[in-house]
């Protein structure tokens, strides 16, 4: 019986094999932009449980193995001087209009040039036994959706926690940031919509 999935420097609980009854929303983790662990739930009783010293572990490893995904974009220096093309074009064609001074809006001279996205690192992960989304906010606070391999609308369901969040932790004027999460209504209004999820499947 397997009790951990292992990947190169990361061990990820898995679904408990004996209980294949189990579907949905497995477990939710969120971890600040400094590696720490600041929020954990497991939702149902389908994961095999680790200890509180694994989950600050795994939440560390996690982090810098995003960090360094991250760097690793094989497009990154086509998609900068691509971008610096298409500047140098724009310029140009803006100079032959006759334009005298830039103004900076780009009016007539078609539309602004789209900026490389930045590396997102880490998004999906997949095994045989669970599914890994993670989102990245702007702010480097990541949120880790385990789910089993055929949940639906994944990116629906991270969108509507992280929405939860921003209400219920965000807004919340007795909470510091990059601190544990400790809100009894975030706990509640997140346990009623995966409760929701897990019971539609």
């Not at 900026?115 to 990245?136: A, W």
């Not at 209400?167 to 346990?191: A, H």
């Amino acid at each position: 019986m397997k009790d951990l999935v292992a990947c190169p420097t990361l061990v990820f609980p898995t679904v408990d094999d004996t209980n294949t009854a189990y579907r949905g929303v497995i477990a939710l983790l969120i971890i600040n932009k400094a590696g720490g662990l600041i929020y954990n739930r497991t939702f149902g009783e389908g994961l095999n449980q680790l200890n509180s010293n694994d989950y600050l572990v795994l939440a560390g490893t996690f982090h810098g193995v995003h960090a360094i995904t991250a760097r690793l974009n094989p497009l990154r220096e086509h998609q900068a001087a691509h971008y610096h093309a298409q500047q140098q074009h724009q310029h140009q064609a803006s100079g032959s209009l006759g334009g005298g001074g830039s103004s900076g809006g780009g009016g007539q001279g078609g539309p602004l040039p789209s900026r490389p996205e930045p590396p997102s690192g880490l998004e999906v992960m997949e095994t045989e036994n669970f599914r890994l989304q993670c989102f990245n906010t702007q702010t480097g606070t990541k949120f880790l959706l385990f789910t089993d391999t055929m949940q639906a609308n994944v990116d629906v369901a991270m969108r509507k926690v992280y929405d939860l969040y921003a209400d219920y932790v965000m807004k919340n004027p007795f909470y510091q940031l990059e601190m544990p999460v400790r809100c009894d209504m975030f706990d509640r209004k997140l346990n009623s919509y995966i409760r929701e999820i897990n019971n539609s499947r």
